[in-house]
């Protein structure tokens, strides 16, 4: 009988494979098991679809009120040299001398 793996999120040991993904029923947990797919890195892209890197440039395509302030960043504001990370909110960036963490699908690509 084959071993299968521990859940990578909760260590459970009762694991069972469904069809293509493993299932923890512990924690419901599901991963793939192919070692390829979770050793890829994360692609960021814009609203349109282009890949950003650090250091780029961007642009705000909307309006967007910066939470817990008074300030709105206004639609075409530019954001230089930007830093990309992981989480919700995948860019980090200064706008006017401020840091703001902002969602890659309100910019686009300078």
Wanted: charged share 30%; proline share 3%; net charge negative.
């Amino acid at each position: 009988m084959e071993q299968m793996p521990t859940c990578p999120q909760c260590q459970g040991e009762y694991v069972y494979h469904d069809s293509v993904n493993f299932v923890c029923p512990d924690c419901g947990n599901e991963w793939s098991g192919d070692e390829e797919t979770e050793n890829q890195e994360k692609v960021f892209k814009d609203s349109n679809g282009n890949i950003l890197q650090d250091g780029d440039s961007v642009i705000l395509i909307k309006d967007l009120k910066v939470k817990g302030s008074s300030i709105v960043l206004k639609k075409g504001t530019k954001a230089k040299n930007i830093r990309l990370v992981d989480g919700d909110h995948d860019v980090d960036c200064k706008i006017d001398g401020q840091s703001f963490s902002l969602k890659s699908e309100f910019l686009k690509k300078a």
